[in-house]
């Protein structure tokens, strides 16, 4: 049984920059000294888009399709878009 300490996530609508990380860096002024970890992960894309997971292998999306990565999963420590101005939202919790 996995226990979290917190959420992640987007304020509002994002629009991609081709291949810029999403995830942020964990805030060092609050003690932080290793990147997010999301054991729980959704991100959802309003236009066809390929995505990067912890800079792998391009995948595919269709529009709408989205993505949900659960506790059973690989932790999310890094997710890119290969395009310019798709928009998207996410939410993640480590």
Do not use: H
Not at 4 to 31: F, M, W
Not at 58 to 66: C, S, T, V, Y
């Amino acid at each position: 049984m996995r226990i979290g300490s917190g959420y992640i996530g987007s304020a509002s609508l994002e629009t991609s920059v081709a291949n810029v990380e999403i995830i942020p860096t964990p805030p060092s002024s609050l003690g932080w000294t290793i990147n997010y970890k999301l054991y729980k992960f959704s991100f959802i894309n309003t236009q066809a888009c390929t995505i990067k997971i912890n800079n792998g292998d391009p995948i595919f999306l269709q529009a709408n399709q989205g993505l949900n990565i659960d506790q059973n999963d690989k932790e999310i420590t890094s997710l890119k878009v290969c395009e310019n101005n798709v928009n998207f939202s996410w939410v993640g919790a480590f």
